[in-house]
Structures are given as C-alpha cells and as structure tokens.
C-alpha cells in the first residue's frame, strides 16, 4: 500500500514539474506562490496522499533555526532561480513556515568528514553553553552520530508529532539504528542526500541486448536479481578489445565495475550480519555464521576474475565515464552518479542491490552513511515545535523535493519508462539504516566491511579475522550501550 501510494504521488507531482521544465524561458514560471499561499500550492497532490497529520498551529512567524552542513546546503538554503530541484526546496521550506506560523533560518557551517569536529564543536557548546542557539541540526550520520553517546540530543521515539511509520521517513530505524528504544539520529526525505548516497547497480541496455543477457528489471521483479546471478550474467561479458593480452579499465570490456564504498553495502543487501538485538533491544555481536563464510569466499573469487575491477579514490565522474562509453556491463555506484550520465549514448537501467539468494524475502538498500540526518538538542527550547518542523519538512520534501529530482536526475527516461520509477520505488522502499554501518566510525577495524572488497583479495582466511576483531568490536558494542543506558529519556 505504501508503495502504491508513494509511486502515485510522484506520477500526479511529474505533470506539473516537467510543465515547469518546459515553460517558455522568456516567462516567469508561476511556481513560488506569490499569487496563491504555499499550502494551497500543495493541495491538490496532498488529495492523493498519506496526509501530513499535524494539529493547526500558528508560531507567528518565530524564527525557527537550523543548523545544516555546508556541503549538504542544497537541502534547505535555496531561492527561486528556475532549477528545477532548487525551486522545489524554495516551495517546500515556504510550505513548511506558513502551515506552523514560522520562518526559518539555516545556518551553515563545514561539516564533512574532514570537519566533523569543527561541526561537532559548535554543537558541544550551544549545548553546554544552554543558549537554545538551534532548533534541529541537520548534520552527517558517520559524523554526529558517535557523540550522540555523549547525550547531547533528544529521544526522537519520545516526539509526539514525529511519525516513523509514515512513507517519507526510512522504515526500521527504531530496530535497525534505536539502542534501548533510544533514538538520537533520525533520517527522512527532507535529508535529498538519503537519495542520491543511495547504493545502486547500473546497468547497461545495449550490452544485455548484445550478449542476450536476461533482463535485469524482470529479475529484481521476480525476486530473482542475485548474487549468483549477477556473477554469472558479469563473467558473459569480457573482452580484450586493444589485444595486448591483459585487461585494462578504460580500453577492454568489462563484467563489472565497482567503486569500494557503495560496494561495501552488499553486506547489508545479502543480510551478513554480525550483529543481533536483545529482548530489550540492545545491540551484540554474533558468531560468523557458515551461510556467511560461504557467501565471503563466493564474493572473494568473484572479485579476483580479470573482468572485475575494484577501485577507491577516483572521482566518481571518471568511473561513470567508463559505464557512458559501453565498456562495462555492471556498475555499482550511488544513485548520484546519475548526474555524469545524461550525455550517455546507450540506454542504462537502475536496479537494487541482490539479494543472497531467492529465499531472502525482500531487498536491502544501505543508506549512505554520509546521508545527513535530523538530531534535536537537548537544549531546544520548544521540543514540540522542533517535532512538527521535521515531520513537516520530511513530508513536503516527500511531496515536492523528491520528484523533481527524479526528473532532473532521469531526465526524459523518468517519464517514459514507469519500469525505471518501479524500480526507484523499490529501492527507496527498501532503504535502511543499518547499525554497522551507521555507527561503522566509533570501531576499529571497521565493521562494515565484512564483505571482500578490492582491497581484501589477499585475505583469505575469514573466520580467523573474524575472531581476531570480535573481542574489539564487542567492546566496542558495550560501550555504546553502556553510556546509551546512563542517558535519561
């Protein structure tokens, strides 16, 4: 039903994007509301939605502030300026103020990897200091998340008006990512970077077509996309194309193409899983299990065939560069990579991540850990406000965000083959926060990757590393759950 829902909104929002798409450019597109409010603009879509279930308020214009990350910036700062996605952020923060009576201000600082303490920093001592300074933050999982341990934020499991079960919020955070029923980190589709850090396999129609391939769509709708049968349509493709005798990426023809990162998630799509919930929710680690030692050493070999590259590092341009010009059957990259393919010759699909095998009952897609995410400081001063904000951003986002960037990031494919809006409904639907990966930075070595990637060909004794970590990684676990027990909620 969910699904049903979701894909019906975007068909009936589409019409009025691409009409703004194609309008003459010498006019000015009647898309801000100057003429109609906001939350009239939303009507007739909101007809044939999951409705925004929030009780009629008005804040009188408080300033309402958000604290958001510079390079994550396009979800929230934005004016009307004829981009497609920009002017539906523009329309969606315009919806959000005038149905609570706000007006936002977003506040932007480096908040990267490379900056997370900096981000971190201005976070510490708004809290420290009590000055109420933000209203929600808005910052990188992998790199907010670890000092959530520290009880710098508000239980989102405790917010009346935040409402996990509705589609635009990532489904089974409260048993993937919750400790204890304590949820400090929350992700939504307010967050557009949950969309385009999302994992995907592309792949590459004229190659299908030319090696008389199965059809990869039929395959995930039949619940029979794989990894034995990704290895085996991969190991049909391969070519010595220059004839030097050795392969190369970028001259000869290859099965498939992986940067290492979204590779990685093949760990949560399969279900090889170190770890389990107690009765009381409460994360440990479990033994390597023989199914996973067996789908280890399946991967390991399949990595090691010479139409198989790995590689880190290289910008994502220059990867999807060699699926565009048809030297790759498979690619896996995040959904973004959409953006270096709108000049592709060939025709391309998207399809999920595979399952482990036919008996896995449903798909698995890992939110990019680098997906921002909603934390509320214990500091706010009107909690009920912030609740109503986030439930509100995330459903505008849902209504008016997300399609458009589905039109710009397909282009015409988006609204001529629904097989492709199928399959983004799949995946989207299938979207989760898995704990290993979303906590992957607080362990030493990391656990998200249990699975072989380009750089762990040479380890070939998987349960002796296994053993060798597990101690680590359970210390580690305990910790965690420890200072989680100590934080009041």
Known sequence: ?????????????????????????????????????????????????????????????????????????????????????????????????????????????????????????????????????????????????????????????????????????????????????????????????????LSVIYFNQKLIADYDLEDPYALVIDGKWTVDKVLEMAAAVSSDVNGDGKMTIGDDLFGYYYHAVPQRTWQTATEFSSIAYDDHDMPYMTPLQDRDTELFFKVLDFFERENVVGIDGIPHPDICAVFAADQVLFLNEFLYGTDYLRDMKSDFGIVPQPKRDEAQTQYHTQVGTSTSTFFIPTTVTDAELTSMVCEALSYYSWLEVIPAYYEVALKEKYNRDDTVKEMLNIIRDSAEVNFTFAYSTMFNPSINELLPSYWQKANNDVASWYAKNEKSWTKTIESIVEQYQDIES
């Open 1 to 197: 039903m969910k699904s049903t829902v979701w894909m019906l909104t975007l068909l009936s929002l589409l019409s009025s994007v691409s009409l703004i798409a194609c309008s003459d450019s010498t006019d000015t597109p009647q898309v801000s509301g100057t003429t109609d409010s906001m939350t009239e603009t939303f009507a007739e879509t909101e007809e044939t939605a999951v409705p925004l279930n929030l009780p009629e308020v008005d804040y009188e214009q408080r300033t309402f502030t958000v604290l958001a990350t510079e390079h994550a910036s396009y979800e929230y700062v934005a004016e009307e300026s004829g981009d497609i996605v920009e002017d539906a952020v523009y329309r969606k923060n315009r919806a959000v103020e005038e149905r609570l009576g706000i007006a936002f201000e977003f506040i932007t600082a480096p908040g990267h990897w490379a900056d997370k303490d900096s981000f971190n920093a201005l976070i510490k001592n708004s809290i420290m200091a009590n000055d109420g300074a933000y209203d929600l933050i808005s910052g990188t999982m992998v790199c907010v998340l670890p000092i959530a341990a520290e009880g710098y934020f508000l239980n989102a499991l405790d917010l009346e008006h935040i409402q996990f079960e509705n589609p635009w919020w990532v489904q089974d955070m409260k048993e993937k990512l919750a400790i204890g029923g304590k949820l400090f980190g929350f992700v939504g589709d307010a967050s557009l970077s949950l969309y385009k850090d």
